[in-house]
């Protein structure tokens, strides 16, 4: 079932807000297709901005992170943060520096953590192990309850959202540059996987993990 | 010519901190493969992360904006950014969920920007544009005077980075899952370029630009 993002002037768009989307579809398909975050968070009166790998619980996001990491008990101790999510889609080449830009689907989630309990936390570290490595969960050993307990994960609710997309030619004008002899258009880019390599703790006889040849696959 | 990246405890890795490297041309390298930074800033006590593209001048990084962006406007007024670049390289697929990781390689960047000034700003549009489009500055008309005018760049020294790099097989031990039922291992990722596609106004007879053609080739 589809809703629209909330609108208010922490998530409004000021620049080119043309660009921004309210559809939560668009929001989930957006998150639901990456791997990588950058979390932003205040220390100290200075940002900081991580890469981490998350998964999508609904309508909110799930980080996870070592209990040992200074930063990620900063971002458990419910300060506000910024979870930008961006997809680069491709190059736009205008005719003019000016005009030249990119496509792209990002999306910034901005509010505070709170920290999945013990009782919630394998379900929670499930939806982020499938998120990223999808059908991995099953074929994987259990947890260890050591394991779980260096684990840390946070949930940052779907609320405050900002989705911005840009997917189109180059804004272009006649008699802008001369069409005959400047090329204008979109080079599209995608990731791709390559050749799954083995451990060298696993034996040649072990065939290639049905989650890991379904991914390479789905990103050939 | 190489030189060790500066090592601070604000610069300091203090979790999987073997994965640290001071190396300044492994940065360099990093940031001259990459198109998207992450850039962290705060503004009325929270944090806000914006995705942007960027261009490397020697040792210092290069963004760019509209002089009508409220949040290139808090960047520039000097207060201290966190611009976070990150590529992730692979999934690594241990036997268990929790020795599962990513293969990336990421920097961090923090500081304060300055604007350059009119003087220089051709020539820093000049560097964005050959980092993000190779070959495209030479050919795309010339920059209008209003088009420089609602411009904005600003310059990030490369003095306080922390690299982060894990490039490597899953962590494993014998008798921890069984290796001849779980493969482990790691599947690479990268990002290729499609077909270019030609804007409305470029003549079919107008050749795909030598710079899009070269990406697009390095990228196959």
Redesign the interface.
Known sequence: MSSDLPDSPRTRI??LNDRQVFDRDALNSLLDSA??A?????RD???????V?FGRDGDSLLIHG?T????FRDMSDGR?????V?H?DG?V??????D?S?N?R?A?I?GCASIVDNADKVDA?HII?EH??PG??S???P??SK?LA??LVLRVPLTEVSVKINNK??D???N??D?????????????????????????S?????A??RA??QK?S
């Open positions: 000021t620049r791997v990588l950058h979390v932003g968070f205040v009166g200075e940002p900081i901005v991580l890469p790998g070592s040992g990491s200074p930063f506000p943060l910024a979870i930008t961006t680069l190059l080449y205008a005719r003019s520096g000016f030249s990119m792209y990002s910034m901005r570290l192990t990223l490595m991995r969960a074929e994987v050993r947890h260890k394991e260096a684990t030619m180059p272009e004008e006649v802008d540059g069409p005959r002899t400047i090329w204008a258009g979109v080079l599209p880019l995608r990731t791709v996987a390559g050749e799954p390599a083995t451990s060298e703790l696993t034996p006889s072990t065939p290639v993990a989650s890991v991914l390479a990103l």
